[in-house]
């Protein structure tokens, strides 16, 4: 398959191929190899790596220095940890704790010190961390990168058949989250079952009517041979246009009717803009939906 956000870029290769296993629910099991997301598995760890070891030298920067509060091995141990499992690398860095004991020397008593000054010899505990990437398991781990399983009921369909289905589901998601923002379907507080199912059903034929405008707008730019339109703000190019992108276009369109008593002196009809003509003119609706003035 193409790359999905470079088309110039390395093709994305898929190996798929059945488990001999089944599911707990009895369902047909697939493992899918992508390439591209081996690399985006390999640069995810690697980063991880390097800001979990970079955690570490911040601890060690704090372990060496003049007024160190660490007393305690564990309470060093249990710092390092904590750092490895706030950026994730927990499982690819591996440390030790190394305890060093320093003498300390301080005047017996207070005063200028002198040649017959006694002295107190104190011994301070300092710790010392040492870290290295965890060989094992980053071994182990590369040999899955890239990989996903699939779970599916289709037993008829090929393992590139179930693959193209599954890449197709964003577009079914798609609507899922048009219902939710776009027409900002919300909880409701119906107690008839039948009244919440014929609220919902309105709102699915408004997504039918959704998928239907972009279709026949999609179609009608590849007709037109018209790339992208500049339907984003700063008119930016839009290829791929949603109904509700179309509709915002004309939302500031407006008529006003001159009364003079119940008598209309003047219609004043909207002025649709280059690109408002455009689309209604891709989309096959005429100039007199909107009584245009010429």
Same mark, same amino acid.
């Given at each position: 398959?193409?790359?999905?956000r470079r088309?110039?870029?390395?093709?994305?290769?898929y190996?798929?191929?059945d488990s001999?296993?089944?599911?707990?629910?009895?369902?047909?099991i697939l493992?899918?190899?992508?390439?591209?997301?081996a690399?985006?598995?390999?640069?995810?760890?690697q980063?991880?790596?390097e800001k979990g070891?970079?955690?570490?030298?911040?601890?060690?920067?704090?372990?060496?220095?003049?007024?160190?509060?660490f007393? =305690?091995r /564990?309470r @060093?141990?249990?710092c390092a940890?904590a750092?490895?499992? &706030?950026t994730d690398?927990q499982?690819?860095? %591996?440390?030790t704790?190394?305890?060093l004991r320093?003498?300390?020397?301080?005047q017996?008593?207070?005063?200028?010190?002198g040649?017959?000054?006694?002295?107190v010899r104190?011994?301070?505990?300092?710790?010392?961390l040492?870290?290295?990437?965890?060989?094992d398991?980053i071994?182990?781990?590369?040999?899955?990168?890239?990989?996903?399983?699939l779970?599916?009921n289709?037993?008829?369909?090929?393992?590139?058949?179930l693959?193209?289905?599954?890449?197709?589901?964003?577009?079914?998601?798609?609507?899922?989250?048009?219902?939710k923002?776009v027409? =900002?379907? /919300?909880? @409701?507080l119906?107690?008839?079952v039948?009244?919440?199912? &014929?609220?919902?059903f309105?709102?699915f034929? %408004?997504?039918?009517l959704?998928?239907?405008?972009e279709r026949?707008m999609?179609?009608a730019m590849?007709a037109?041979?018209?790339?992208?339109?500049?339907?984003?703000?700063?008119?930016?190019l839009?290829r791929?246009?949603?109904t509700?992108?179309?509709?915002?276009?004309?939302?500031d369109l407006?008529?006003h009717?001159?009364?003079a008593?119940?008598?209309?002196?003047?219609?004043?009809?909207?002025?649709?803009?280059?690109?408002q003509?455009?689309?209604?003119n891709?989309?096959?609706?005429?100039d007199?939906?909107?009584?245009?003035?010429?």
């Open positions: 398959m193409p790359h999905p088309p110039d870029g390395p093709p994305d290769i190996r798929v191929t001999p296993i089944r599911s707990a629910e009895g369902y047909r493992w899918v190899y992508s390439s591209l997301k690399e985006q598995d390999q640069s995810a760890r980063g991880r790596i070891i970079l955690a570490l030298e911040a601890l060690e920067t704090r372990l060496r220095a003049p007024r160190c509060r007393r =305690a /564990a @060093v141990a249990e940890a750092a490895l499992t &706030a690398a499982r690819w860095v %591996a440390f704790v190394e305890e320093e003498d300390q020397f301080r017996a008593r207070r005063g200028r010190p040649p017959h000054t006694p002295y104190r011994e301070r505990r300092r710790f010392r040492h870290w290295q990437p965890d060989a398991h071994d182990y781990d590369a040999h899955t990168d890239g990989m996903f399983p779970i599916s289709g037993e008829k369909l090929s393992g590139a058949e693959l193209v289905k599954y890449k197709y589901q964003p577009q079914l998601e798609k609507r899922h989250e048009q219902l923002t027409h =900002a379907v /919300a909880p @409701v119906l107690k008839s039948a009244r919440i199912e &014929a609220l919902l309105v709102y034929l %408004a997504l039918l959704d998928a239907l405008i026949e999609r179609r590849q037109a041979r018209i790339h992208s339109l500049p339907l984003y703000p700063e008119t930016r839009c791929a246009p949603t509700d992108r179309l509709l915002d276009l004309f939302h407006q008529r009717d001159l009364y008593g119940p008598r209309c002196m003047q219609v004043f009809h909207p002025q649709l803009s280059n690109l003509m455009q689309i209604l891709l989309l096959g609706v005429p007199s939906a909107y009584n245009v003035s010429r």
